[in-house]
């Protein structure tokens, strides 16, 4: 059974930390490119940061780019969100999603991980 288990959101002050987590298992973990997203009401959800799953290949929206850094440890079967100097407009539903380009394409999602930034 596939499980994507967010953790680590909550109630920060601008210009504060998180550190999300995403345990994954019931798939190759090491094979999936693995992405966070956001997504606030009314919107569409949007793509925070990615990490390929072989070369580690990392990309960042730039509205997020010098404050977030995403990781992965595949031993743990873990990915990772380190989001420093939050602001306000960082305040979503955070969601780990895990895919594979292959044929079929695979790709599963957590249920998401409150993150609010308020003073």
């Known amino acids: 059974q596939v499980q994507l288990v967010e953790s680590g959101g909550g109630l920060v002050q601008p210009g504060g930390s998180l550190r999300l987590s995403c345990a994954a298992s019931?798939?190759?973990?090491?094979?999936?490119?693995m992405r966070w997203y956001r997504q606030t009401p009314g919107k569409e959800r949007e793509l925070v940061a990615a990490i390929t799953g072989v070369t580690g290949r990392i990309n960042y929206a730039d509205s997020v780019k010098g404050r977030f850094t995403i990781s992965r440890d595949n031993a743990k079967k873990t990915v990772y969100l380190q989001m420093n100097s939050l602001k306000f407009e960082d305040t979503a539903v955070y969601y780990c999603?895990?895919?594979?380009?292959?044929?079929?394409?695979?790709?599963?999602w957590g249920q998401g991980t409150q993150v609010t930034v308020s003073s």
């Open positions: 019931g798939f190759a973990f090491s094979m999936y490119t």
């Open positions: 999603n895990a895919v594979n380009l292959g044929v079929p394409i695979q790709n599963y």
